[in-house]
């Protein structure tokens, strides 16, 4: 299995001409894994040697406007570069709780319709992860409202055997995410890949003794 990162952006706070604000690509078996948005996200890949097409899942570490207020605009972007097609799978998107308004209020607001599904799975904090004064409960945002396209996607809790949220699991790797402090929850991700048996060239072996 090949993964290589790309660095997008490491500025922070504040975007600058020559500096893109935070985000990295991992790519990984054809596709492409996207971590954090912020803004100039989309230019910055236009500039890269990678196909923003192929994007599949997009992980926000926390919703600082540095980290994802370019998601609206990559999505859009994606879209006019897609064509209908109903059998295509959603991007996943990961991300603390808030995100799916945030999200669909945006696309909403703009009159924005992708052309492709996309779900968002929401990592619910604990409120040891931030000072007590600034932990805010999302939970019940858009409660009693179903949006307009794609699954609502899963709400995932800490797992308090394993201290993270298990993200996605395949017979080659297992990602999680981990709970960090910050001046808002946010979270880490951490990519493992399973070990691989090696081959054994029985024939060798017996030659050998």
């Not at 952006?9 to 690509?25: C, D, K, Q």
């Not at 996605?168 to 691989?196: N, T």
Request: contains cysteine; glycine residues 8%.
């Amino acid at each position: 299995m090949s993964m290589d990162i790309t660095f997008l952006g490491t500025g922070s706070a504040y975007p600058s001409p020559a500096r893109g604000a935070s985000a990295l690509v991992l790519r990984r078996e054809g596709q492409c894994w996207l971590f954090d948005c912020g803004e100039g996200t989309q230019t910055q890949l236009m500039r890269s040697h990678l196909r923003a097409g192929r994007i599949t899942k997009i992980f926000i570490t926390h919703l600082h406007g540095d980290h994802f207020f370019g998601l609206p605009g990559l999505l859009c972007t994606l879209s006019l570069q897609s064509n209908p097609d109903p059998n295509k799978p959603p991007v996943d998107i990961y991300g603390p709780l808030g995100l799916r308004s945030f999200l669909w209020r945006s696309l909403e607001l703009s009159h924005s319709q992708l052309l492709f599904p996309y779900t968002v799975h929401e990592l619910v904090p604990t409120r040891d992860q931030c000072p007590p004064e600034e932990f805010k409960d999302f939970s019940c945002l858009d409660r009693d409202e179903t949006p307009p396209r794609g699954a609502p996607g899963r709400v995932l809790h800490l797992d308090p055997a394993e201290n993270s949220y298990l993200l996605l699991e395949d017979d080659q790797v297992v990602l999680r995410a981990f709970r960090l402090f910050h001046r808002i929850p946010s979270f880490g991700f951490v990519l493992e890949e399973k070990p691989r048996p090696g081959r054994l060239n029985v024939q060798k072996l017996k030659d050998l003794g």
